[in-house]
C-alpha cells in the first residue's frame, strides 16, 4: 500500500470507485482501515476472541461479496458497524441453537481485555476486575440490548446512526438503551 489510508471522509468515495474496479491495493487499505474497529465491535459481541475474528473475517468476505454494489456516497465507517453488528447476532443465533451440547461450555479465560502494559500491577489487577465483572454483565443483556450498548456507549455513535446500522428508530434504541441500561445495573448490583 503506497498511499495512506484515507483520512478525510472525502477520500472514501475514490478508494471503494477504485476496489470496485479491480484495484487490489485499494481494497487493501479499506480492510485495514477498518480492520481494528471491525474485531473491537466483534469482541463486545461476542466475547470469545476466535468467534470475534471468525466474525470479522466474515465481514470482509461480505465487503468483497458486496463490493460492486456499495454505494460510494454512504458511511463505509456506517455499512462496517451494520455488517459487523448483523454478523454478529447471526452467530449468536447460531450460538444459542447449539448450546444445549456438552462441548459447548464457556471458556472461563475468554472474555478478558489485554492489560495495558503501562499500568501498575495493582491497578491492572483491578481493571481486570473491573473489566471482567462488565463482561460477565454484558454477557447476560439480550443480543440487541448488548449491541444497542456496545455502539452506543462503548463506540459512542450517535443515537441516529445506531438506530440506521439496526434498522431502527431513534425512539426504540433510545428505549433499548435505557432498558439495557437498567438491565446491566440490577445484574451488576446482584453480583456484589
Known amino acids: 500500500m503506497d498511499e495512506p489510508v484515507p483520512q478525510r471522509q472525502a477520500e472514501w468515495p475514490e478508494l471503494i470507485r477504485r476496489a470496485q474496479e479491480g484495484d487490489r491495493g485499494a481494497l487493501e487499505e479499506i480492510i485495514a482501515a477498518h480492520e481494528s474497529k471491525v474485531l473491537h465491535v466483534s469482541w463486545k459481541m461476542l466475547f470469545d476472541p476466535d468467534d470475534a475474528r471468525d466474525a470479522a473475517q466474515e465481514v470482509f468476505m461480505r465487503l468483497v461479496k458486496y463490493l460492486p454494489s456499495l454505494d460510494r456516497e454512504r458511511s463505509l465507517t456506517g455499512w462496517f458497524y451494520r455488517t459487523t453488528v448483523n454478523v454478529c447476532l447471526d452467530m449468536e443465533r447460531r450460538r444459542r441453537r447449539w448450546a444445549w451440547l456438552p462441548f459447548q461450555e464457556e471458556d472461563e479465560t475468554a472474555g478478558r481485555f489485554a492489560d495495558p502494559a503501562s499500568l501498575l500491577l495493582e491497578e491492572r489487577v483491578a481493571l481486570s476486575e473491573e ?32 438506530a440506521r446500522i439496526l434498522g431502527s428508530s431513534e425512539t426504540t434504541v433510545r428505549s433499548q438503551a435505557s432498558r439495557a441500561r437498567v438491565h446491566l445495573k440490577r445484574i451488576l448490583e446482584q453480583e456484589r
Open 131 to 162: 473489566i471482567d465483572r462488565a463482561v460477565r454483565g454484558l454477557k447476560q443483556l439480550p443480543a440487541k440490548e448488548r449491541a444497542v450498548l456496545v455502539l452506543r456507549d462503548v463506540e459512542g455513535l450517535e443515537t441516529q446512526e445506531v
